[in-house]
């Protein structure tokens, strides 16, 4: 790579966070965002500690990396390959990897541990110990809800954290579900394609594709899912506090065909019920996400004079050009995405010989495969 390519140092002396942090991937997962902490279980005060890599922390707007990182927008997802919005080696400097102290930038949010009412929160740069990296596929059927709520021995690591960390999950969840009207549901599984054989390099088309499912909505997928809305959300609400413009996703209504939308104003998003709602837990993933970070951190170090240091002011024209383009980038990136995978199932029909398969209709003279991810037309 050239010089202009690679990880710079974080220039600031980072204070060293007192916590034990934990995050939960999948096994493929090489860019991890984000790791949780828990600290005061039974002392009637718990500080939730979301901790987000921090490559804002290295480097920032119209710098070589960010050009980069500016013209892929996103990582771009497909079975057995990736590619990734920065640099492998600069991924790897920043990622939450077990066994290091990592640049991150950490919320902590105040708890009552008996009521779980909200007593506060606070923004910190600092390094953050990551304890261990736990992994759905080897945890959804340890760690379950019978084991995170007493009813079955818990006997894993971070027992008395992801129990807390559950309860604290199903309470936000239950919230949120209170201000859109209605529950949530997750009907239909994710599905995980594995190409054997593959080990990460780009495919060619014909290996061997295994297909499984993931039910969404699992105990260690809703502790994840909360927790970065929780963070999302709160920080949010702290750059419009602050008068700092942030990228938000919006939603005015649940009604049908009311979309949501990108902008730079914090407005309620109906589809989350939440009063606001950025991205900013995927920087090493999403460039909205490192954007918001530069906004965050320029709060976390100047606080109500933060605007003066901010990258990015009101009405900036670059904040505008950055959510056309995402979006743009996003939407074909989801459409290549689905392209991909479809010719994989096809591909994994043909593999096993299966020329019946149960479907449900749809609209239109369109079905859907009840156990594969294909939609296809009735004739």
């Excluded at 939730?48 to 710098?63: C, D, Q, R, S, W």
């Excluded at 954290?161 to 599984?189: I, Q, T």
């Excluded at 997928?221 to 809305?229: P, S």
């Amino acid at each position: 790579p050239s010089r202009a390519l690679q990880a710079p140092p974080i220039k600031d002396c980072l204070p060293l966070a007192p916590v034990k942090a934990f995050s939960i991937d999948d096994s493929q997962t090489t860019e991890i965002d984000d790791a949780l902490s828990v600290q005061g279980l039974g002392s009637g005060t718990v500080v939730f500690g979301v901790h987000i890599a921090a490559p804002g922390l290295a480097f920032g707007p119209e710098t070589p990396l960010d050009k980069v990182a500016r013209d892929r927008l996103s990582t771009v997802y497909m079975p057995g390959y990736k590619l990734t919005m920065l640099p492998d080696e600069v991924v790897q400097a920043y990622t939450l990897q077990e066994g290091r102290d990592c640049p991150a930038v950490s919320l902590y949010v105040t708890f009552d541990e008996a009521t779980l009412a909200v007593r506060g929160f606070e923004t910190k740069l600092e390094q953050v110990p990551i304890a261990a990296n736990l992994r759905h596929d080897q945890l959804d059927t340890v760690i379950t809800e019978a084991t995170l709520t007493g009813a079955a021995p818990a006997t894993y690591a971070f027992a008395p954290e992801l129990a807390f960390a559950y309860r604290l999950a199903r309470h936000l969840k239950a919230g949120r579900e209170v201000a859109r009207g209605k529950p949530e549901s997750f009907n239909r599984p994710d599905y995980n394609f594995r190409l054997d054989g593959n080990a990460g390099a780009e495919p060619k088309g014909d290996e061997t594709v295994a297909i499984s499912t993931r039910t969404r909505g699992s105990p260690l997928d809703l502790i994840v899912a909360e927790a970065m809305i929780l963070a999302n959300s709160t920080w949010g609400g702290w750059l419009n506090e602050l008068g700092v413009p942030g990228i938000y996703r919006s939603q005015a209504s649940m009604a049908p065909g009311v979309k949501v939308r990108m902008s730079t104003k914090a407005a309620p998003h109906a589809g989350m019920g939440v009063a606001q709602y950025t991205w900013a837990t995927s920087p090493l993933r999403r460039y909205v996400d490192l954007v918001n970070q530069w906004q965050i951190i320029a709060c976390a170090r100047h606080g109500r004079t933060a605007l003066l240091a901010a990258a990015f002011k009101p009405k900036d024209a670059a904040l505008f050009s950055i959510i056309s383009g995402f979006d743009e980038a996003y939407t074909a990136y989801n459409g290549f995405q689905n392209g991909i995978e479809r010719y994989w199932t096809l591909r994994y029909l043909a593999q096993n010989g299966l020329d019946e398969l149960d479907a449900s209709v749809m609209k239109d003279g369109l079905v859907r495969a009840d156990t594969l991810p294909l939609v296809f037309k009735a004739i």
